[in-house]
């Protein structure tokens, strides 16, 4: 079965510093995908990144990186040099070859001045 | 490119009331979703169709919920009769062929429903 886990309910940070939002999937499947969204206070869910499974290759977008590692079934996003508007909840989520996006609990990311 | 499109944006209704969502995917995707967000839950799949084929229903929470997606371009979730706990935010989300998109999916603004 299909199931993301965000171990972090919610982390705060002061502005600049370096933050690593973490996610722990399990599926099945060889060929799957991983998704990051962001959440902002406005509510709406944007697409950040996609991953398929057969590329491990880690993703820099800005000071937005990712770190895919099946070996320990992990996809993790670093945001470098955060700032108060990278405040939002972050959702991790996995879709498998049963067209179904399933997402992590979430992780609230509070970023101070 | 229009994202997708739903409506209403906010809803607050009485128990009991009959509650329609609407959705708008995004033009050329095949696929739609209908999810729900609590803090109770999280997001959780509700529906989805596939050429507006219904394929998976078995996150409808009970009968007082129906989906149909009558053309390409529409879909509505309907509750009735609406009850306090079905206060959520509803998202209708869209995306295209696996192969070409990756299954990545597009969400709309969300639909965000109070029932007193």
């Known amino acids: 079965a299909q199931k993301v886990t965000q171990a972090q309910t919610e982390i705060s940070v002061v502005e600049k510093e370096d933050v690593t939002l973490d996610c722990v999937y399990e599926t099945r499947d060889t060929t799957y995908y991983l998704f990051w969204y962001k959440q902002p206070p406005s509510g709406e869910l944007v697409f950040l990144i996609r991953r398929n499974s057969f590329d491990e290759q880690n993703e820099i977008s800005g000071r937005y990186s990712w770190n895919f590692q099946k070996s320990t079934s992990s996809f993790n996003f670093t945001i470098t040099a955060s700032q108060v508007v990278d405040s939002a909840v972050y959702f991790c989520a996995l879709s498998d070859n049963t067209d179904k996006l399933i997402f992590g609990t979430g992780t609230r990311l509070q970023v101070f001045p | 490119d229009a994202g997708v499109i739903q409506s209403p944006r906010h809803e607050v209704t009485e128990m009991g009331q009959e509650v329609t969502l609407r959705c708008k995917p995004i033009s050329g995707h095949d696929y739609l979703f209908w999810y729900r967000q609590t803090m109770m839950r999280g997001l959780e799949l509700l529906i989805y169709?596939?050429?507006?084929?219904?394929?998976?229903d078995s996150g409808m929470p009970e009968d007082r919920f129906s989906a149909k997606m009558p053309n390409a371009s529409f879909s509505t979730l309907k509750i009735q009769p609406s009850e306090p706990r079905d206060s959520a935010v509803y998202f209708c989300?869209?995306?295209?062929?696996?192969?070409?998109?990756?299954?990545?999916?597009?969400f709309g603004e969300g639909s965000w429903l109070t029932v007193v």
């Open positions: 989300a869209s995306r295209s062929d696996r192969l070409s998109s990756g299954n990545t999916i597009y």
């Open positions: 169709f596939n050429n507006n084929v219904p394929i998976d």
